[in-house]
């Protein structure tokens, strides 16, 4: 990118302000623009990153001068004088690589052969591997770029507990700590009549030319051959894929970058992982209809949520390969976040925590944030556990529908029980539970089983990381004790208790499970008292135990175990649980408190989205109710009611739904989408005046569509009845949404409550919290015995907010 176009892209407004790095701070948009420009100022800026967030030591900068004093500039980087590589000059400025930068704080000035030194900088570089800020690195962290790439780390530590780095004859030569290797470039061909990723063919290694190479049509119009420049290598620990289309013959040395429209999408990609795992570099970072048109894919192991939830550690690795592309390829015009369910809360949460990392977003399927996923799953299993077992002769649970008015998700008879055909082998089994299950699923059973055992319970390898880590890592003893959950995965965010383990904030004390469904005379006052008399909470992650049936596989000789053991057969995770005696029927079923420190640490980091966003959104959900996706589609409102009481409006968010019941195959409107975006930044463009709402397109807008993708209705009022009381719009007429368990217990659409307000039981009996119920002197006294410290109070904000 020229330095004239630098420039004028920073002072065009918001959207571009994050190709423009500097020395003030954060990029926060509409806030850094570029010194007053005269003929004789002379200034620097970093332009592939913050000047405080520099890695790998090396960055592209910018220096504004005019062409008359270029000639007299020299660039001295901790007082020694140095020249750029990769140096361009335009009218109005100098733009290049600088390198030789060392670990911590560099000094880069430009001195003037007349006039001295007329402009300095501060550069801190830190480390290719990290961190910058999101603290000590998870070890043990298991490589795969010999498995995914075929590439044996490089050796960095002579540390025998590390990942075993072998020679070509399968000698250990040294050992890896980061799981780095060199970045290489390979070049693929779309095949005539290729349609996805996977169709990608590579280029012969002899150079010759394929007779089958596919055709593709850039933005520009222009038709060219697709071929694609393929680059790997690793940043941060985790591997990072560079790709964009390149024309055939090219020195990967010196990449032609004609075919680039100068535009970058950061592919973020979803899954549930809990760390200790570098990841595969997916095929998916390809995406034909996103590189045919010209532009360019940035993707990292490190954004895949599958690898891991640790945002913080996302975050810096999205910002980090950012700036790898930036010092390769140049700075982008603008760069749009691309990507479903994790990938979806990625771009929600690192315009939050890193404002100016992406321009707009295209979230699919997205959350508000993973965290605030946790409570409501966490209760899923011990519903499920109360309507299976503990309540399993109440005949209402054998319907499957009646289990949403507890877990307030979807139920459908259409998708079936895998637990069903188990259900009399193991009544069966002297001194086991006793089940009846209902015919189909809820949500949480179908969606959702497996996920609580993975974010809580440290002894629950959900990944078999040490699995695959034994092969290379023999001496894993060397590492102590290696526990497993979302809270350990990010303990650098939540702390360690006194009892070593991380800091937990599951927590429900003061929940009143299905106060929604008694008061509309779903269930009876005396099934809500039963209910949370009998509900209990989960073990402290200390005093977790292994899991059984499912969790270990579901082979022949596991189902023997779950029909032979007492006990063994567990799919709620039961033996964790602060369960009810029935030995003790008098008294309640403990709740389990979060700890106060991890939920303020939580919010605090920014692993929680408040609602701050500025970019253009596209919040597309395809509608999936009906096969009970965990893809519930009121979390796009959760998230719109967090923006609007943050930002006043979420006037630059469009939730977008499509149908797909009765459809062959599912619609996809992310195309659509990337138009819209296109159109809606050269909107900003060319009337940087306005607001980003006021420069939306036509299609910018809430909408609906067919299975097809033809537009059903858009505009203001389609998603009405929402979030309001309002008579639903057309939108939200033709999609039915559910809830969650801690909405059905009072709690709002927005989440975000993990350790409720509490108010005095007397308080709730006189408030109108019970509606119409009039509860008798023998359920007063049940009330306060189940919550001796009060119930939830969802007026106020979450304890740790007040």
Same mark, same amino acid.
């Given at each position: 990118?020229?330095?004239?176009?630098?420039? %004028?892209?920073?002072?065009?407004?918001?959207?571009?302000?994050? %190709?423009?790095?500097? &020395?003030?701070?954060?990029?926060?948009?509409?806030?850094?623009?570029?010194?007053?420009?005269?003929?004789?100022?002379?200034?620097?800026?970093?332009?592939?990153?913050?000047?405080?967030?520099?890695?790998?030591?090396?960055?592209?900068?910018?220096?504004?001068?005019?062409?008359?004093?270029?000639?007299?500039?020299?660039?001295?980087?901790?007082?020694?004088?140095?020249?750029?590589?990769?140096?361009?000059?335009?009218?109005?400025?100098?733009?290049?690589?600088?390198?030789?930068?060392?670990?911590?704080?560099?000094?880069?000035?430009?001195?003037?052969?007349?006039?001295?030194?007329?402009?300095?900088?501060?550069?801190?570089?830190?480390?290719?591997?990290?961190?910058?800020?999101?603290?000590?690195?998870?070890?043990?962290?298991? /490589?795969?770029?010999?498995?995914?790439?075929?590439?044996?780390?490089?050796?960095?530590?002579?540390?025998?507990?590390?990942?075993?780095?072998?020679?070509?004859?399968?000698?250990?030569?040294?050992? &890896?700590?980061? /799981?780095?290797?060199?970045?290489? @470039?390979?070049?693929?061909?779309?095949?005539?009549?290729?349609?996805?990723?996977?169709?990608?063919?590579?280029?012969?290694?002899?150079?010759?030319?394929?007779?089958?190479?596919?055709?593709? =049509?850039?933005?520009?119009? =222009?038709?060219?051959?697709?071929?694609?420049?393929?680059?790997?290598?690793?940043?941060?620990?985790?591997?990072?894929?560079?790709?964009?289309?390149?024309?055939?013959?090219?020195?990967?040395?010196?990449?032609?970058?004609?075919?680039?429209?100068?535009?970058?999408?950061?592919?973020?990609?979803?899954?549930?992982?809990?760390?200790?795992?570098?990841?595969?570099?997916?095929?998916?970072?390809?995406?034909?209809?996103?590189?045919?048109?010209?532009?360019?894919?940035?993707?990292?192991?490190?954004?895949?949520?599958?690898?891991?939830?640790?945002?913080?550690?996302?975050? #810096?690795?999205?910002?980090?390969?950012?700036?790898?592309?930036?010092? =390769?390829?140049?700075?982008?015009?603008?760069?749009?976040?691309?990507?479903?369910?994790?990938?979806?809360?990625?771009?929600?949460?690192?315009?939050?925590?890193?404002?100016?990392?992406?321009?707009?977003?295209?979230?699919?399927?997205?959350?508000?944030?993973?965290?605030?996923?946790?409570?409501?799953?966490?209760? /899923?299993?011990?519903?499920?556990?109360?309507?299976?077992?503990?309540?399993?002769?109440?005949?209402?649970?054998?319907?499957?529908?009646? =289990?949403?008015?507890? @877990?307030?998700?979807?139920?459908?008879?259409?998708?079936?029980?895998?637990?069903?055909?188990?259900?009399?082998?193991?009544?069966?089994?002297?001194?086991?539970?006793?089940?009846?299950?209902?015919?189909?699923?809820?949500?949480?059973?179908?969606?959702?089983?497996?996920?609580?055992?993975?974010?809580?319970?440290?002894?629950?390898?959900?990944?078999?990381?040490?699995?695959?880590?034994?092969?290379?890592?023999?001496?894993?003893?060397?590492?102590?004790?290696?526990?497993?959950?979302?809270?350990?995965?990010?303990?650098?965010?939540?702390?360690?208790?006194?009892?070593?383990?991380?800091?937990?904030?599951?927590?429900? @004390?003061?929940?009143?499970?299905?106060?929604?469904?008694?008061? &509309?005379?779903?269930?009876?006052?005396?099934?809500?008292?039963?209910?949370?008399?009998?509900?209990?909470?989960?073990?402290?992650?200390? #005093?977790?135990?292994?899991?059984?049936?499912?969790?270990?596989?579901?082979?022949?000789? #596991?189902?023997?175990?779950?029909?032979?053991?007492?006990?063994?057969?567990?799919?709620?995770?039961?033996?964790?649980?602060?369960?009810?005696?029935?030995?003790?029927?008098?008294?309640?079923?403990?709740?389990?408190?979060?700890?106060?420190?991890?939920?303020?640490?939580?919010?605090?980091?920014?692993?929680?989205?408040?609602?701050?966003?500025?970019?253009?959104?596209?919040?597309?959900?395809?509608?999936?109710?009906?096969?009970?996706?965990?893809?519930?589609?009121?979390?796009?409102?959760?998230?719109?009611?967090?923006?609007?009481?943050?930002?006043?409006?979420?006037?630059?968010?469009?939730?977008?739904?499509?149908?797909?019941?009765?459809?062959?195959?599912?619609?996809?409107?992310?195309?659509?989408?990337?138009?819209?975006?296109? #159109?809606?930044?050269?909107?900003?463009?060319?009337?940087?005046?306005?607001?980003?709402?006021?420069?939306?397109?036509?299609?910018?807008?809430?909408?609906?569509?067919?299975?097809?993708?033809?537009?059903?209705?858009?505009?203001?009022?389609?998603?009405?009845?929402?979030?309001?009381?309002?008579?639903?719009?057309?939108?939200?007429?033709?999609?039915?949404?559910?809830?969650?368990?801690?909405?059905?217990?009072?709690?709002?659409?927005?989440?975000?409550?993990?350790?409720?307000?509490?108010?005095?039981?007397?308080?709730?009996?006189?408030?109108?919290?019970?509606?119409?119920?009039?509860?008798?002197?023998?359920?007063?006294?049940?009330?306060?015995?189940?919550?001796?410290?009060?119930? /939830?109070?969802?007026?106020?904000?979450?304890?740790?907010?007040?």
């Amino acid at each position: 990118m020229k330095p004239w176009k630098y420039f %004028a892209a920073c002072a065009t407004g918001a959207v571009l302000i994050v %190709a423009c790095g500097g &020395s003030d701070g954060p990029l926060v948009p509409g806030t850094n623009p570029p010194p007053s420009v005269t003929p004789a100022t002379i200034a620097l800026k970093v332009l592939s990153s913050p000047a405080q967030y520099v890695s790998g030591g090396d960055a592209r900068i910018a220096v504004q001068a005019a062409k008359a004093d270029q000639a007299q500039l020299e660039l001295w980087l901790n007082g020694v004088k140095t020249t750029p590589s990769q140096l361009t000059s335009s009218d109005t400025g100098l733009e290049g690589l600088i390198a030789g930068l060392k670990i911590g704080d560099n000094n880069l000035e430009v001195r003037h052969a007349t006039r001295g030194k007329v402009a300095s900088l501060t550069l801190t570089n830190y480390p290719i591997t990290g961190p910058m800020f999101a603290g000590p690195k998870q070890e043990p962290f298991v /490589c795969s770029v010999l498995t995914d790439l075929g590439k044996e780390p490089l050796v960095d530590t002579a540390d025998a507990k590390y990942y075993a780095v072998k020679d070509t004859g399968g000698n250990t030569i040294g050992y &890896s700590k980061n /799981c780095s290797i060199d970045s290489y @470039v390979q070049y693929y061909y779309m095949p005539v009549g290729g349609t996805t990723q996977d169709h990608y063919l590579p280029l012969p290694a002899d150079g010759s030319r394929p007779p089958n190479i596919a055709k593709t =049509r850039l933005t520009d119009g =222009r038709d060219v051959d697709f071929i694609i420049r393929w680059e790997r290598g690793t940043i941060n620990r985790f591997i990072y894929q560079y790709v964009m289309l390149a024309p055939f013959g090219e020195d990967p040395k010196k990449p032609d970058l004609g075919l680039w429209n100068k535009r970058l999408v950061y592919h973020f990609q979803g899954g549930v992982g809990f760390g200790h795992y570098q990841g595969g570099p997916d095929k998916r970072a390809g995406l034909p209809y996103v590189i045919g048109k010209g532009y360019a894919i940035a993707y990292s192991t490190g954004n895949r949520t599958g690898e891991h939830y640790d945002m913080i550690v996302g975050g #810096e690795t999205a910002m980090m390969t950012k700036e790898g592309f930036i010092k =390769r390829y140049g700075v982008p015009s603008y760069t749009v976040g691309l990507g479903a369910s994790g990938g979806g809360i990625q771009q929600y949460l690192y315009p939050q925590n890193h404002p100016g990392l992406i321009d707009a977003a295209i979230a699919q399927q997205p959350y508000p944030d993973m965290v605030g996923q946790i409570p409501h799953v966490g209760d /899923c299993e011990l519903l499920e556990y109360y309507m299976d077992v503990t309540d399993r002769l109440n005949t209402k649970w054998q319907t499957t529908k009646n =289990r949403t008015w507890l @877990v307030g998700m979807n139920a459908e008879d259409s998708v079936a029980n895998p637990y069903k055909p188990f259900e009399a082998a193991v009544n069966a089994i002297a001194g086991g539970p006793r089940v009846s299950f209902a015919p189909g699923s809820t949500e949480c059973r179908k969606a959702w089983q497996g996920l609580t055992a993975g974010a809580m319970n440290p002894k629950f390898d959900a990944d078999n990381i040490l699995g695959q880590a034994a092969a290379r890592m023999g001496n894993l003893s060397a590492f102590g004790d290696i526990p497993f959950s979302h809270y350990d995965d990010v303990r650098n965010v939540y702390g360690t208790g006194p009892d070593g383990y991380p800091r937990s904030t599951w927590d429900n @004390v003061g929940v009143q499970y299905g106060l929604q469904s008694m008061k &509309s005379g779903k269930i009876t006052p005396a099934e809500f008292l039963d209910l949370n008399f009998k509900i209990g909470g989960w073990k402290q992650m200390s #005093e977790m135990v292994a899991e059984g049936f499912p969790y270990n596989g579901t082979s022949g000789a #596991e189902q023997n175990k779950a029909a032979s053991i007492p006990g063994y057969f567990d799919p709620w995770g039961s033996r964790n649980m602060n369960r009810w005696n029935p030995a003790a029927p008098g008294t309640p079923a403990p709740r389990t408190h979060g700890d106060m420190e991890a939920i303020k640490a939580m919010y605090n980091s920014g692993l929680v989205f408040k609602g701050k966003t500025e970019i253009p959104t596209i919040d597309w959900h395809p509608y999936l109710e009906h096969k009970l996706n965990m893809h519930n589609v009121h979390q796009s409102f959760a998230i719109r009611k967090r923006i609007q009481a943050k930002m006043g409006n979420a006037d630059h968010q469009a939730i977008w739904f499509t149908e797909t019941r009765g459809a062959a195959s599912d619609f996809d409107q992310v195309p659509m989408a990337m138009e819209v975006i296109d #159109e809606w930044i050269t909107n900003i463009r060319a009337n940087p005046g306005r607001s980003v709402a006021a420069n939306r397109p036509t299609r910018g807008v809430d909408s609906c569509f067919d299975k097809d993708g033809v537009l059903m209705s858009k505009g203001s009022g389609v998603w009405d009845g929402v979030l309001d009381n309002k008579p639903q719009g057309a939108c939200t007429q033709a999609f039915q949404m559910y809830t969650t368990s801690r909405i059905v217990a009072g709690g709002p659409i927005e989440g975000g409550n993990f350790k409720c307000s509490l108010k005095p039981v007397s308080k709730a009996l006189t408030d109108g919290t019970y509606g119409s119920w009039t509860p008798a002197l023998a359920d007063i006294q049940k009330l306060n015995a189940i919550f001796p410290e009060g119930v /939830c109070d969802f007026s106020k904000p979450d304890q740790s907010q007040l």
